[in-house]
């Protein structure tokens, strides 16, 4: 379809990379819990266009110079992991009732959410490594291939990101009524948080 190999199997594969545990989906439901439904959209948008940026890096030809310089490579993940650990080591330093570290106005939760998704060097390595596999290069039609490909994976991300949010709102509502419990669940949010960085770097 529109030069793409085996169409099916990648919207399963994008549905599976959605569902894999990670930071976006972590900043996604903590954006919700703070932020209530605008604040999970507005995390979606974010996961989107960061998507977004590095298909698009991918396509113009970063695969090639990573491959070529595996020292750039390397940056990114130092770089992705230092900036979860701190987002993680800022939550579990704040105190009961302090601003949160995912400020409750949406433009917040979407840069946020859009910079853990640039920076997450699993996402960069399936639009690097993995994403270009499902490219025809036979029956590709360039811009028009890609364009289709960006399209179907943002509409499987916001869709994800929809449901995410819908059942991460339900849930918070009734966790509200428990700051004791809401503070704890931000501490465990920074723990996995600062996880996320620290296995980054000894996964190297």
Request: charge should be positive; proline fraction near 5%.
């Given at each position: ?24 989906n ?5 954006s ?11 995390a979606?948008f974010?996961?989107?266009l ?9 396509v113009a030809?970063?695969a090639?110079?990573?491959a070529a310089?595996p020292a ?8 992705g992991?230092?900036y979860?650990?701190?987002l993680?080591?800022?939550m ?7 601003a ?9 939760y979407?840069?946020q959410a859009?910079?853990i998704?640039?920076?997450?060097p699993?996402?960069?390595?399936f639009?690097?490594?993995f994403?270009?596999l ?9 811009l028009?291939?890609?364009?289709f490909?960006a ?6 991300t916001f869709?994800y990101g929809?449901v995410?949010?819908?059942?991460t ?5 009734r966790?509200r009524a ?9 501490k ?17």
């Amino acid at each position: 379809m529109l030069g793409i190999t085996d169409y099916a199997t990648f919207v399963v594969t994008i549905l599976v990379f959605l569902l894999i545990p990670g930071p976006g989906n972590l900043a996604l439901v903590t954006s919700t819990g703070k932020g209530g439904m605008r604040g999970g959209l507005a995390a979606t948008f974010g996961v989107i266009l960061g998507d977004q940026v590095l298909m698009w890096l991918a396509v113009a030809g970063v695969a090639a110079l990573l491959a070529a310089y595996p020292a750039a490579f390397q940056a990114v993940q130092w770089l992705g992991a230092a900036y979860l650990a701190w987002l993680g080591g800022k939550m579990l330093l704040a105190k009961p009732g302090a601003a949160p570290v995912l400020h409750i106005k949406p433009h917040h939760y979407l840069q946020q959410a859009m910079m853990i998704t640039v920076l997450n060097p699993k996402a960069i390595l399936f639009y690097m490594a993995f994403f270009p596999l499902f490219v025809d290069p036979v029956r590709q039609q360039g811009l028009l291939t890609y364009a289709f490909m960006a399209v179907t994976i943002a509409v499987l991300t916001f869709g994800y990101g929809l449901v995410a949010t819908l059942l991460t709102h339900f849930l918070a509502e009734r966790m509200r009524a428990s700051p004791t419990l809401t503070h704890l669940l931000e501490k465990i949010a920074g723990l996995f948080l600062i996880g996320f960085g620290v296995k980054l770097v000894v996964s190297r």
